[in-house]
């Protein structure tokens, strides 16, 4: 097991949850949000969805999977 590789895993989990929790009780907070959504309508929030609440889940679920297999991180 390689704990700094978990590490950053679980950090990047946390990241995209607290995206999605902010995404439902606080908008305003995503600075991010409203320029795309002007810019390329729903489409904008569904690239700002995925951008920062799946890839980095999915990104901390992978590498927590190599990280407790012993993969290093870099």
């Given at each position: 097991?390689?704990?700094?590789?978990?590490?950053?895993?679980?950090?990047?989990?946390?990241?995209?949850?607290?995206?999605?929790?902010?995404?439902?009780?606080?908008?305003?907070?995503?600075g991010k949000l409203e320029p795309?959504?002007?810019?390329?309508?729903?489409?904008?929030?569904?690239?700002?969805?995925?951008?920062?609440?799946?890839?980095p889940v999915a990104y901390g679920?992978?590498?927590?999977?190599?990280?407790?297999?012993?993969?290093?991180?870099?």
């Open positions: 097991m390689n704990p700094v590789t978990v590490t950053v895993g679980a950090a990047a989990i946390l990241f995209g949850l607290y995206m999605s929790f902010l995404r439902i009780t606080n908008p305003a907070k995503l795309m959504k002007e810019r390329f309508g729903t489409a904008g929030a569904a690239i700002h969805f995925i951008a920062y609440s799946v890839v679920i992978v590498t927590i999977l190599g990280g407790l297999k012993g993969d290093p991180l870099f």
